[in-house]
């Protein structure tokens, strides 16, 4: 990343023309000259809509004129769940050595939409530093990655150093399969040679290529602005509280409003699969919390053929307490590690 401050000029000039898009006046942003130039995530991020972004060796251009898919030479992205599609919580960063700056260390900067702008770093960092040989892992929460034709996932890169890193994805966030290595700026993975058929996966680990040495100068390492997940992919949490009576796999009445409500989201979409994970905290027998969770995932799955999806789109799984997304340690953690989570892929 860039360590020379734009001028007032070129930054006023960059202020005007994210308005411009932030309006939704202007569709097109021409300008291979427009390094670093990007994106305000105000335009899209209230809807789902398809999100379109150009981009030209790695110079972000900017939200583009809708095409239906990226074209043959990869020169737009299309990513069906719009501002759903970028990663969600971070779950682990690891600074390398030597460290960026202090503004550089944000982790959270590479959740969301790509928000990197060029220049100095005015108000809230809009990127991370990994520094040299640094990790980072990410979570999807509201979606999720999974092989589909062509590139799954994109990794946003920023700053006028190209600098690469290897990608490693996960389901459970703590089994992990190598991805690939993201050559800096925007880089496309494909996951297919990687990933299991029909496997969905939530987690993302980015690690900087520590051979490729310190050329960021204060921001060391790759900086990561966005992680972008392809396919159509919606996920779903609901409390265990909000679905059971405690230790019952029989839905309460609120749980069946929670259901129909999210039955609702989905209405006039064909998905291709349905996938019901029903999961537990650590308190009790880990056997019998595997039979609980697989019972409420059956109870979910069941009333949701009821509901008119086809039995054979359905799987309905438990993990007991072995996919934790929280620490069990407090009273916290553990009501948002009873859950029912439904995945729902295909059919934007
Ligand atoms: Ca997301
Ligand atoms: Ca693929």
């Given at each position: 990343?860039?360590?020379?401050?734009?001028?007032?000029?070129?930054?006023?000039?960059?202020?005007?023309?994210?308005?411009?898009?932030?309006?939704?006046?202007?569709?097109?942003?021409?300008?291979?000259?427009?390094a670093?130039?990007?994106?305000?995530?105000?335009?899209?991020?209230?809807?789902?809509?398809?999100?379109?972004?150009?981009?030209?060796?790695?110079?972000?251009?900017?939200?583009?004129?809708?095409?239906?898919?990226?074209?043959?030479?990869?020169?737009?992205?299309?990513?069906?769940?719009?501002?759903?599609?970028?990663?969600?919580?971070?779950?682990?960063?690891?600074?390398?050595?030597?460290?960026?700056?202090e503004?550089?260390?944000?982790?959270?900067?590479?959740?969301?939409?790509?928000?990197?702008?060029?220049?100095?770093?005015?108000?809230?960092?809009?990127?991370?530093?990994?520094g040299?040989?640094?990790?980072?892992?990410?979570?999807?929460?509201?979606?999720?990655?999974?092989?589909a034709?062509?590139?799954?996932?994109?990794?946003?890169?920023?700053?006028?150093?190209?600098?690469?890193?290897?990608?490693?994805?996960?389901?459970?966030?703590?089994?992990?399969?190598?991805?690939?290595?993201?050559?800096?700026?925007?880089?496309?993975?494909?996951?297919?040679?990687?990933?299991?058929?029909?496997?969905?996966?939530?987690?993302?680990?980015?690690?900087?290529?520590?051979?490729?040495?310190?050329?960021?100068?204060?921001?060391?390492?790759?900086?990561?602005?966005?992680?972008?997940?392809?396919?159509?992919?919606?996920?779903?949490?609901?409390?265990?509280?909000?679905?059971?009576?405690?230790?019952?796999?029989?839905?309460?009445?609120?749980?069946?409003?929670?259901?129909?409500?999210v039955?609702?989201?989905?209405?006039?979409?064909?998905?291709?699969?349905?996938?019901?994970l029903?999961?537990?905290?650590?308190?009790?027998?880990?056997?019998?919390?595997?039979?609980?969770?697989?019972?409420?995932?059956?109870?979910?799955a069941?009333?949701?053929?009821?509901?008119?999806?086809?039995?054979?789109?359905?799987?309905?799984?438990?993990?007991?307490?072995?996919?934790?997304?929280a620490?069990?340690?407090?009273?916290?953690?553990?009501?948002?590690?009873?859950?029912?989570?439904?995945?729902?892929?295909?059919?934007?």
């Amino acid at each position: 990343m860039s360590t020379a401050p734009a001028t007032p000029r070129a930054f006023r000039a960059f202020r005007a023309l994210f308005t411009k898009i932030a309006k939704g006046s202007l569709l097109a942003v021409a300008g291979a000259g427009c390094a670093g130039g990007g994106y305000t995530p105000q335009f899209l991020a209230p809807s789902e809509d398809p999100f379109f972004y150009g981009h030209d060796s790695g110079a972000f251009l900017g939200p583009i004129e809708p095409i239906p898919d990226h074209d043959a030479d990869g020169n737009a992205i299309r990513l069906p769940r719009g501002a759903a599609s970028f990663a969600d919580e971070v779950i682990e960063y690891r600074m390398g050595n030597p460290r960026p700056v202090e503004e550089g260390r944000n982790a959270e900067a590479a959740l969301g939409p790509p928000d990197y702008q060029g220049g100095p770093v005015l108000e809230a960092p809009r990127a991370v530093s990994l520094g040299q040989g640094g990790s980072l892992t990410l979570r999807f929460a509201d979606n999720a990655l999974i092989d589909a034709e062509g590139p799954d996932l994109y990794i946003f890169e920023s700053g006028p150093d190209v600098e690469a890193s290897f990608v490693e994805i996960s389901a459970d966030g703590r089994e992990w399969i190598q991805a690939g290595r993201a050559g800096g700026h925007v880089s496309a993975i494909d996951i297919a040679s990687a990933a299991k058929p029909g496997q969905v996966y939530s987690y993302v680990r980015l690690t900087d290529d520590i051979a490729q040495g310190n050329r960021g100068g204060e921001w060391p390492g790759a900086d990561i602005d966005a992680v972008g997940a392809v396919g159509a992919v919606v996920r779903v949490e609901l409390s265990s509280e909000v679905l059971f009576a405690f230790d019952s796999d029989r839905l309460l009445p609120g749980g069946v409003s929670a259901l129909d409500g999210v039955l609702d989201k989905i209405a006039g979409r064909s998905p291709s699969h349905v996938t019901v994970l029903g999961h537990t905290d650590n308190i009790g027998e880990d056997a019998y919390n595997l039979d609980l969770s697989r019972r409420r995932a059956e109870s979910v799955a069941k009333l949701l053929e009821e509901r008119g999806i086809s039995r054979s789109i359905l799987t309905a799984t438990g993990h007991g307490e072995a996919r934790p997304v929280a620490d069990n340690g407090s009273p916290e953690g553990r009501r948002r590690n009873r859950r029912v989570e439904i995945v729902i892929v295909g059919g934007d």
